[in-house]
């Protein structure tokens, strides 16, 4: 890379953006007001307005979107007649979980082993500075070739919709020829790839109920319905014996005809226990990115420490439901709902609330800004071939642009890569990828300016 101007602009912008994703992680931008204070979301978004109309960006603006967040949107004029371009990524962040956890603080950047560690580093405020290096090394040889859109997202983590709905109601706004999402990942650490599909996920809240209060286990155990244990047994039925997901109705016999994931990758990336078996069937790919599969992401209940011997009479849960490209989010909403009340024991009242939702994606891999991305690629990472992937998570504003703008075409690159273990703790970076794909995405914009 190192003979390329773009390539050299950016390394020497590095130590640059590692400062700058600092002050950025420092930021506690979870867009749960109830964890974290809203103002950590506010200043934020203002880093990252400040940061665009440093760059020359015009109309720069905080934008209040109906989930009560701000995204951050910003306008660079290119030459006259010139194509526009889209750029996303989000600022807000998951919580860091157990911060005890965390090797060093969630919300400060730390340098260890090569990688770059903090809340966000990957996903996805390290795509914030990605666009911001990029158009920086266009700047330094050249100029910017393309009229650039900006779109830094508040609430992606949290399903919430705002983003989505406020475009549905300003669809001239975030209009481009080409969308560049910023918030997947490569393959693997140095293997360039564009994510061509994401599963869709619906989110339900879950309660059951079954006695006016807590009972005595020694004095009605026995005969008192649990509300706890008919919650495990409404849990247990969402999995076959292998662990596949099993809702009512639900097709899960999907299959993927691209990129291998193999089995011992797999567990490496995963870090799976010696001896602790993968669930479900098929490859690996099928289930990850082909399937749907659920997840119990948290469960009211006593801990261990405190308990009373008690039979409980509420219980509740979030389940996750991510499903595949082909199958309609609310469709599979209302077949998870039907499951679970179906699956109910003992008569016990439930009830099931739906608190987020988005639609899988499925890409245009033929089209024209995928050639020019991967002759970027083949640039930015000497003697690698683009690489086509799914991606399980879910990315609910890809599907509100396809619908609102069906002739733009729209890729997902990013920073995301296995070992940076985003959602868990100790989320990092690879400071080179962050390198390669900026000069990646410059050169990309340059190709397609050029088409």
Not at 142 to 147: C, D, F, I, Q
Not at 161 to 179: C, M, V, W
Not at 377 to 401: D, K, R, W
């Amino acid at each position: 890379m190192s003979s390329n101007p773009v390539a050299e602009t950016v390394a020497s912008l590095m130590p640059r953006a590692k400062a700058e994703l600092a002050e950025l992680v420092a930021f506690k931008s979870v867009a749960d007001f109830t964890q974290f204070p809203k103002s950590e979301s506010e200043a934020a978004a203002n880093w990252v307005a400040d940061a665009l109309r440093a760059e020359g960006f015009v109309d720069v603006a905080l934008l209040d979107t109906p989930d009560g967040t701000q995204s951050v949107y910003g306008y660079l004029p290119g030459p006259e007649g010139a194509k526009t371009v889209l750029l996303y990524a989000h600022y807000d962040v998951q919580p860091p979980l157990d911060e005890a956890g965390w090797t060093t603080p969630p919300f400060e950047l730390t340098e260890r082993d090569g990688r770059w560690y903090g809340r966000g580093a990957a996903d996805c405020k390290g795509g914030v500075i990605m666009h911001l290096l990029a158009l920086r090394a266009l700047k330094a040889n050249g100029g910017v070739p393309v009229n650039i859109k900006v779109i830094a997202e508040g609430s992606e983590e949290q399903g919430t919709g705002g983003l989505e709905r406020y475009a549905e109601e300003h669809p001239e706004l975030l209009e481009a020829d080409t969308i560049v999402i910023g918030d997947a990942g490569n393959f693997r650490v140095g293997l360039p790839t564009v994510t061509t599909t994401l599963r869709g996920m619906t989110l339900v809240r879950v309660r059951i109920d079954t006695l006016a209060g807590n009972l005595h286990s020694g004095q009605f155990g026995g005969a008192a319905p649990d509300a706890l244990a008919a919650m495990i047994r409404v849990l247990d039925s969402l999995r076959a014996e292998d662990g596949s997901t099993t809702v009512d109705g639900l097709d899960a016999t999907g299959t993927w005809d691209g990129l291998e994931y193999t089995e011992g990758q797999f567990r490496a990336d995963a870090k799976v226990l010696d001896g602790v078996e993968l669930i479900g069937n098929g490859s690996v790919a099928d289930r990850l990115w082909a399937r749907p599969a659920v997840t119990v992401l948290g469960i009211d209940c006593p801990p261990v420490v405190g308990a009373t011997p008690s039979v409980h009479s509420s219980a509740r849960a979030l389940i996750s439901l991510r499903v595949p490209p082909g199958v309609d989010a609310t469709e599979a909403t209302k077949l998870l709902q039907a499951h679970i009340q179906a699956h109910t024991p003992w008569g016990a009242r439930v009830t099931t609330e739906q608190i987020g939702q988005g639609q899988a994606f499925r890409a245009d891999a033929s089209s024209p800004a995928y050639q020019a991305m991967a002759d970027a690629m083949a640039v930015a990472y000497p003697g690698e071939t683009m690489q086509y992937a799914g991606e399980g998570g879910s990315i609910p504003l890809c599907n509100t642009l396809a619908g609102l703008y069906p002739q733009a075409e729209i890729l997902l690159i990013g920073l995301s890569e296995p070992e940076a273990q985003i959602h868990a703790v100790n989320e990092s970076v690879h400071p080179q990828e962050l390198e390669r794909l900026s000069v990646a995405e410059a050169l990309f914009l340059r190709n397609y300016a050029a088409d």
